[in-house]
């Protein structure tokens, strides 16, 4: 069995931690060995970045600041975690990775695509998702369904104007790399989004000949 690494990206809001927890399930079934984590985060030095990354009271960090910051937790997941766990025949499951400083820093932000990948390049070390999961629903609509008010942490409380440039900037990614980023319709119920997904996995499982 082969190790991979699969990646789940979209708007916040768009119902991805419910399904990755469901994705798990699935591949152990399966008999995977499965590996979870998150960006920015999943290390001890990567959960501390998160905290001064997502902190409300951090409102107007320098743009570069971040982009940086995103990237330094990318840096130390890749190689503490990502590149041992797929080399030990893992399944990496990661909840956002490079796609989302492409949408919300390259796009969101305006710093562009070309910045994104160069500050990146040093903290991916080559390593890049098999397969990334594009949960699709726009800010509006995440909008429309929400239903807690809970607090928002330092980039959902961002202008709706920042969201949509994000939304249009994962549209964009998942253009321009169709054969990795596979695009789910998240607007429907949580079974039929899983059916959806079971889907992807499967052929993707199957083409990959991984089992
Ligand atoms: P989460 O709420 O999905 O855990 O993600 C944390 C926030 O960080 C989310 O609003 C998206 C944002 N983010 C970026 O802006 N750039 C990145 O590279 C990553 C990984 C997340």
Do not use: W
């Amino acid at each position: 069995m082969k190790g991979f690494f699969i990646t789940v990206e979209g708007m916040d809001g768009c119902g991805k931690t419910t399904q990755t927890n469901n994705m798990v399930e699935y591949l152990k079934q399966q008999g995977f060995d499965v590996v979870t984590t998150r960006e920015p985060g999943g290390t001890r030095v990567g959960e501390k970045i998160r905290e001064v990354l997502l902190d409300p009271g951090n409102k107007g960090m320098n743009i570069v600041t971040e982009l940086m910051l995103y990237a330094a937790a990318r840096a130390e997941l890749v190689e503490t975690l990502i590149k041992p766990a797929v080399e030990q025949r893992k399944v990496v499951l990661c909840d956002r990775f490079v796609d989302s400083s492409i949408a919300y820093q390259g796009f969101g932000r305006n710093l562009g695509i070309k910045a994104v990948e160069e500050v990146n390049s040093h903290a991916m070390q080559g390593c890049k998702p098999d397969l990334t999961l594009f949960f699709d629903i726009s800010p509006q609509e995440v909008v429309i369904r929400k239903t807690r008010s809970e607090q928002e942490d330092r980039i959902e409380s961002e202008a709706i104007e920042f969201h949509n440039r994000v939304y249009e900037g994962y549209l964009k990614v998942a253009e321009r790399d169709k054969e990795r980023v596979k695009m789910i319709n998240a607007r429907k119920s949580v079974n039929e989004v899983f059916d959806e997904v079971k889907k992807c996995l499967d052929l993707f499982i199957r083409k990959g000949r991984y089992l």
